[in-house]
């Protein structure tokens, strides 16, 4: 009887850095008295790279492809100015 545990687990992590571009676009207002709202978009857009990964002793091939990560942040705010 088996108990479906794997006979082979890896774990993989890896630091680097991506190069790539960022816009953006904001906008402030001051609404009543001293009540200010804000808010901003930025896009960031990174380099295209491959990631090849195999994973040795399943038989199981992983292909990572061509990646291109894209990150969109949105941000709003609300001040008041004493």
């Known amino acids: 009887m088996g108990l ?13 850095n991506e190069f790539g571009w960022v816009a953006g676009v904001g906008l402030e207002w ?28 399943t038989g199981i091939f992983f292909d990572g492809g061509n990646v291109k990560t894209t990150v969109d942040v949105a941000r709003a705010a609300l001040s008041y100015k004493f």
Not at 40 to 57: A, P
């Open 4 to 16: 479906g545990v794997p006979l082979f687990s890896q774990t993989q992590a890896n630091e680097f």
């Open 30 to 57: 001051k609404f009543w008295n001293n009540w200010l709202l804000r808010g901003e978009w930025l896009h960031y857009d990174f380099v295209r790279n491959n990631h090849n990964d195999t994973f040795l002793g």
